[in-house]
């Protein structure tokens, strides 16, 4: 009569038998094969586009780039589950890709910020009060950029790029970041923010946006002085609030903006 197993070992021998089981169905090429013809079939990439998604965050991005991992780790062995999660982030790709195109087909207003002399100022006063100052510059700025309906798309060093479905949004939210602002002060020094202000139709590209009107709204931002909201005339034709005044400039006259762009500089009455 064979001795009684322990109850310990007969729960590790029923897991272990349940788990190469998993793994056979898993594996089982007639499974695998039946989900890639089933892929053929979906809209979207069939394998994710290495070179696009590598630095994204959007979560189609970062799916995909786990399952190849994980694809990868498994030695070339076939699996249906990697399969149906590739598909289910094909699927979501492909949706995320039409809600791209879609953003390319209406007015976004552009917003650029950065500092004025901060480099200079961050040469002398060191890493740590450096990355004090623009983690309170963005406390600053972000904050008023949300409550005005507008999305952060990046940060860039000193500054940050943000879109707006509503032009008179973007000016508000620079405007109260500009008016914010010179509460922050660190080791005895309070920064300069400028901004520039664009409205197109630029397309959307794994979270970011291009185009030419992404470009003209870093001009605008370029051609701003410390304290200074800068707006093209698009954006200043399309503001009707009355909490804001504009006074001409002149023309941008920068390197790849229209030769006839006049600019416009924005203040809260």
């Known amino acids: ?27 089982d090429p007639r499974l ?5 013809a089933a892929r053929g079939l979906l809209p979207g990439r069939k394998k994710p586009d290495r070179e ?5 965050r959007r979560p189609a991005d970062l799916l995909a780039r786990y399952l190849e991992e994980t694809r990868a780790e498994a030695s070339g062995r076939g699996s249906t589950a990697k399969e149906l999660g590739q598909a289910a982030a094909q699927v979501f790709e492909a949706i995320q890709e039409s809600r791209d195109r879609r953003e390319g087909q209406r007015d976004l207003s552009i917003l650029f910020t950065d500092l004025v002399g901060f480099s200079s100022w961050a040469l002398e006063a060191g890493d740590a009060d450096a990355v004090e100052l623009l983690r309170e510059v963005e406390g600053t700025v972000e904050p008023a ?16 790029m943000a879109v707006f479905g509503s032009a008179a949004d973007a000016v508000l939210a ?8 010179p509460t922050v002060k660190v080791a005895g020094y309070t920064p300069e923010l400028r901004a520039g202000i664009h409205v197109g139709r630029p397309r959307k590209q794994s979270g970011d946006y291009l ?14 002085t410390g304290g200074q909201v ?11 609030s009355g909490k804001v005044s504009f006074r001409k400039r002149g023309r941008l006259g920068a390197k790849g903006a229209p030769e006839d762009l006049d600019v416009y500089s924005a203040k809260l009455r």
Do not use: F, Y
Request: with cysteine; net charge negative.
């Open 1 to 27: 009569m064979a001795p009684k197993k322990d109850p310990l070992e007969r729960i590790e021998e029923t897991a272990r038998r349940l788990d190469e089981a998993a793994r056979k169905i898993d594996e």
């Open 145 to 160: 950029i949300k409550a005005n309906g507008g999305s952060v798309v990046k940060r860039l060093g000193d500054g940050c």
């Open 52 to 56: 696009a998604s590598s630095g994204s």
């Open 32 to 36: 695998v094969r039946a989900v890639q």
């Open 211 to 224: 185009g030419v009107d992404v470009n003209i709204a870093a001009r605008v931002a370029d051609a701003a």
């Open 230 to 240: 800068l707006v093209s005339e698009p954006v200043r034709d399309a503001v009707e």
């Open 174 to 181: 620079a405007l109260e970041a500009q008016a914010k602002l």
